[in-house]
């Protein structure tokens, strides 16, 4: 099913579910039913609903990052060598495969992709640039830019 297929059919009970479960994954039917104007019932069955269409993929926790020893994050922009469908397959699967990249975004502008690392307390970013990033297959130029403090996340 196409995304705009998934999303044209939403209603405005299922959108107000949505906003409610993305400042709240835990919400209870019944909390939800209550912020949208449903019985906990509909509510519940509803939420069912959009997780089998695919618009609700999965729920996740938020762990504080003191907790994961985590050193830091780098945002990297990736250019690629070429445009080639098969280079963006190659790197794409590289991306996939390394436990160090977080998030893997092909971007629209002058990178072609962002790749989120966060650094754990045995993870240096020279590693993860000298044995990860470099030898990547497709890379022809990479750009790291280091969080200061996130502001907002989710």
Same mark, same amino acid.
């Given at each position: 099913?196409?995304?705009?297929d998934k999303?044209?059919?939403?209603?405005?009970?299922?959108?107000?579910?949505i906003?409610?479960?993305r400042?709240?994954?835990? +919400?209870t039917?019944a909390?939800?039913? !209550?912020?949208v104007? =449903?019985?906990?019932?509909a @509510?519940?069955?509803?939420v *069912? $609903?959009?997780?089998q269409?695919?618009?609700?993929?999965?729920y996740?926790?938020?762990?504080?990052?003191?907790?994961?020893g985590?050193?830091?994050?780098?945002?990297?922009?990736?250019?690629?060598?070429d445009?080639?469908?098969e280079t963006?397959?190659?790197?794409?699967?590289? +991306?996939?495969?390394?436990?160090?990249? !977080?998030?893997?975004h =092909?971007m629209?502008?002058? @990178?072609?992709?962002?790749? *989120? $690392?966060?650094?754990?307390?045995?993870?240096?970013?020279e590693?993860v640039?000298?044995?990860v990033?470099?030898?990547?297959?497709?890379?022809?130029k990479?750009?790291?830019?280091?969080?200061i403090?996130?502001?907002?996340?989710g």
């Open positions: 099913m196409a995304n705009s999303f044209s059919d939403l209603d405005s009970f299922d959108r107000e579910l906003k409610v479960l400042s709240d994954a835990r +919400a039917s909390d939800l039913g !209550e912020a104007g =449903l019985s906990p019932s @509510a519940h069955r509803r *069912k $609903i959009l997780e269409k695919g618009v609700i993929t999965g996740r926790a938020v762990i504080a990052e003191n907790v994961q985590k050193q830091g994050t780098v945002f990297v922009h990736v250019t690629l060598t445009q080639r469908r963006f397959e190659k790197f794409e699967k590289a +991306a996939l495969a390394c436990a160090a990249i !977080e998030e893997c =092909l629209s502008g002058e @990178a072609d992709y962002l790749l *989120k $690392i966060v650094l754990r307390e045995s993870l240096s970013y590693d640039h000298r044995d990033l470099s030898i990547m297959p497709g890379v022809s990479l750009a790291s830019s280091f969080s403090r996130t502001v907002k996340m």
